[in-house]
């Protein structure tokens, strides 16, 4: 069997969360296997409102064999267990997502249906009576428990690219200052052959990794990918974020506020808050928008408002040729269920998993572009529910949203759901069965009927079944320690310059 000549030229093109998360687990993964170099403009921003995450980073952060109070300290980083849902079903109303399982499943029904036959038989606690992970988050509570505690971080998106960074250079990462002008291709494959900077420099590579944001220089510029537009279905087109100073402690979650035209997020870090509107610019226009965030915001604001176009929606082919879509440039779903982050970070490992030793297998792309689509796919049906399963008809873009037609696949599963109480997780994907019953039920989506292995339990059982998993998640929150408390003592970094 040949050798394959090494090292491997991998160019990231693009800085950011995306470029240093993709250079730092290349670079940490493969050693001397792969020369990793970055090219990236300080003249040209990136996005960074990315602050809220989901808990695979947990392992990923693990993977690369990163400290978490390290990286909690530099990222000025809160523990995150869930988004309160507020006014998405019908104003003056919430529900919290939260990361953990509730209840106790059996191997043939989740415990949504137990809970649901307790319902009829008069027990009346409220589903998230039964969840760890939703009760410590509403009663400001946290701490490591292992293997029982589900949960991600809140933090700042900029210090977590300017931590991966210096990890990645350290471990052998080149980093080179400047702007892209142009993409070279051979001329008989069409693949790129190098990147052209200002300066009248160039930049050969093997395979080139898409980091570049919206504008997509490579995958879409060069190469014209093709793009499916999902707007039709997920109609906020519009956000503006801004940063202000903290008025009271952080909580453990995210809030997420519905409003007449969209949205509105609010993220505690240490030092700070995160807030942000996301809006369709067909029912708001983006003036209206910046006034309704900066009239709801708390504390000062600490910098100029960041207004932010987009089109929801994914690249038709992410690796195409010897280029690799990696973030923005890959497609966007609206930040709603923080996943933009996760999304690099599949991207990230898929290409790892992949990698090519010597000439880049068609099959390779054909595996990777159908994973990272079907990932896409799946987050955004749980995105739309979100519009879709509502009561609110009180403006028009309510009213929009409710009327709206819908992928077949997210038809299903509600309506299974609503039939018959029943999820089913498909293959890897990102959302468990209780994400999707928690959002279900909270947007208003009742089933109608529920596992008959449930009415299985004598009345006496069912009370002590459904008592007891309360008693168990009510004395463990209780035993707590508050979440602004715990994260001084693990990870507090007052030292740490606001960003």
Request: glycine share 4%; proline share 4%; net charge neutral.
């Given at each position: 069997m040949k050798q394959p000549s090494l090292p491997r030229r991998i160019v990231v093109a693009g800085g950011g969360t995306a470029g240093w998360m993709t250079a730092a687990a290349l670079a940490r993964t493969l050693g001397p296997v792969a020369q990793v170099t970055l090219v990236e403009s300080e003249q040209i921003g990136t996005i960074g409102v990315g602050e809220s995450t989901i808990p695979p980073l947990v392992a990923y952060n693990r993977i690369l064999g990163i400290d978490e109070a390290d990286f909690m300290r530099a990222t000025q980083a809160t523990f995150k267990l869930g988004i309160n849902f507020e006014h998405w079903r019908v104003p003056g109303e919430s529900y919290f997502h939260s990361f953990g399982g509730t209840g106790k499943d059996h191997w043939s029904a989740g415990f949504q249906h137990f809970w649901m036959h307790g319902q009829a038989q008069g027990h009346d606690a409220p589903y998230g009576d039964y969840c760890l992970e939703l009760q410590a988050a509403q009663a400001g509570r946290f701490s490591h428990l292992p293997d029982r505690m589900n949960y991600a971080y809140q933090l700042d998106s900029g210090l977590y690219a300017k931590f991966l960074r210096a990890m990645a250079e350290g471990d052998g990462t080149t980093r080179i200052e400047g702007r892209i002008v142009a993409v070279d291709l051979y001329g008989t494959s069409g693949d790129?052959?190098?990147?052209?900077?200002?300066?009248?420099?160039?930049?050969?590579?093997?395979?080139?990794?898409?980091?570049?944001?919206?504008r997509a220089l490579l995958i879409e510029g060069a190469l014209h990918a093709g793009y499916d537009d999902w707007t039709h279905w997920l109609p906020c087109d519009g956000a503006v974020a801004v940063q202000t100073a903290s008025e009271r402690p952080p909580v453990p979650y995210t809030r997420a506020i519905a409003h007449d035209a969209g949205w509105q997020w609010r993220i505690p870090l240490q030092h700070r808050q995160g807030n942000g509107i996301v809006y369709c610019s067909a029912f708001m226009t983006p003036d209206a928008a910046l006034q309704m965030l900066l009239d709801s915001v708390e504390g000062e604001t600490l910098?100029?408002?960041?207004?932010?176009?987009?089109?929801?929606?994914?690249?038709?082919?992410?690796?195409?040729?010897?280029?690799?879509?990696?973030g923005l440039s890959g497609g966007f779903m609206e930040p709603l269920e923080s996943t933009s982050i996760h999304l690099i970070q599949r991207a990230v490992l898929r290409i790892l998993r992949m990698l090519p030793a010597g000439a880049i297998s068609p099959r390779d792309?054909?595996?990777?572009?159908?994973?990272?689509?079907?990932?896409?796919?799946?987050?955004?049906?749980?995105?739309?529910?979100?519009?879709?399963?509502?009561?609110?008809?009180?403006?028009?873009?309510?009213?929009?949203?409710?009327?709206?037609?819908?992928?077949?696949?997210?038809?299903h599963r509600i309506e299974l759901f609503r039939e018959t109480g029943r999820i089913f997780r498909k293959n890897e994907e990102l959302f468990a069965e209780n994400s999707w019953v928690q959002v279900m039920m909270g947007q208003g989506v009742t089933p109608q009927s529920y596992h008959p292995v449930a009415a299985k339990l004598r009345p006496q059982e069912l009370e002590h079944l459904l008592a007891t998993l309360r008693e168990q998640v009510s004395r463990t929150v209780a035993a707590l320690p508050d979440h602004g408390a715990y994260i001084a003592r693990y990870c507090?970094?007052?030292?740490?310059?606001?960003a």
């Open positions: 790129i052959a190098a990147l052209r900077l200002d300066g009248d420099r160039r930049i050969e590579g093997d395979l080139f990794i898409d980091c570049t944001g919206f910098v100029q408002p960041n207004p932010i176009r987009f089109r929801t929606g994914a690249r038709r082919r992410q690796w195409h040729r010897n280029c690799v879509a990696v792309i054909a595996e990777f572009n159908d994973q990272q689509m079907a990932d896409m796919e799946q987050i955004r049906d749980f995105l739309i529910l979100h519009y879709k399963a509502t009561d609110r008809r009180d403006t028009p873009f309510w009213r929009h949203c409710a009327s709206m037609s819908v992928p077949d696949s997210l038809t507090g970094a007052q030292d740490v310059a606001a």
